[in-house]
């Protein structure tokens, strides 16, 4: 991928975060004043958040078909961003240690059907640590995925990189492939857990995770600034 294309796709993520910035605003205001937001506007809010994360996933399956590599060690985040990715992406099973400390006022009956959810997506999570162990068992080249089997996380060396245009079309299609049905597993795990939530329990889970992604990204690079200070 040309620094073109980089400096395209960061352009948008700059954007999509103000707008997620912009999209937590108004989910704290409705948060706060439950009773003066009609159901109809709350459910309207909650769609607009949900089309906002369908975008992000529209532009990054065009960067994935460009260069899959590139996804496995993105420039557009910073270091701690990085620590947290599984097959580029945010794993799953995150959305449920949100769920169960962002919500208090979960049924027994959600509580069941969440905790079966959970479990299914668990074992969709270790299938996909599988093929990505297969792809690193097949590779005859220095190690490109590292701890897969337990961390499901791709680190691609500098000097692999480099020599992107060496790797063969197969083994990108093979990670483009895994990146898919990855990002299909997180939107599923997503919209099945809203389904079983109420219309403002949904609406405090969206807080949490906007908040945790702004947090995490504003963190990771003061962090990174001041690594380059001090070195």
């Known amino acids: 991928m040309t620094d ?7 352009e948008f ?6 707008r997620q910035r912009n999209y937590l605003n108004d989910l704290l205001s409705a948060q706060q004043q439950p009773q003066e937001l009609a159901d ?20 990054k399956s065009k960067i994935a078909h460009q260069n899959i590599l ?4 993105p420039p557009w985040f910073s270091s701690l961003e990085k620590s947290f990715l599984w097959v580029a992406g945010f794993k799953p099973g995150l959305t449920f240690h949100l769920v169960n400390k962002t919500l208090e006022d979960l049924s027994e009956d959600q509580r069941q059907r969440l905790s079966e959810l959970k479990q299914e997506i668990k074992m969709k999570e270790r299938e996909l640590n599988d093929e990505l162990a297969k792809v690193h068992e097949s590779m005859a080249a220095p190690p490109v995925l590292d701890n897969v089997r337990s961390h499901g996380r791709v680190c691609l060396s500098r000097s692999f990189m480099a020599e992107e245009g060496t790797v063969s079309s197969s083994f990108k299609e093979t990670l483009e492939n895994l990146v898919t049905n990855a990002d299909a597993l997180r939107t599923e795990t997503a919209l099945r857990v809203v389904q079983i939530l109420k219309p403002a329990q949904v609406l405090n889970f969206f807080v949490a995770v906007a908040e945790l992604q702004l947090k995490v990204r504003s963190l990771g690079f003061d962090k990174d600034a001041q690594r380059e200070n001090q070195g």
């Open 40 to 59: 109809s506007d709350r459910l309207n809010l909650l769609n607009r958040v949900l089309c906002h994360y369908g975008q992000y996933y529209e532009e």
């Open 13 to 18: 993520l700059q954007g999509w975060m103000i």
């Open 70 to 73: 590139l996804l496995f060690s």
């Open 4 to 10: 073109v294309n980089v400096a395209a796709f960061d």
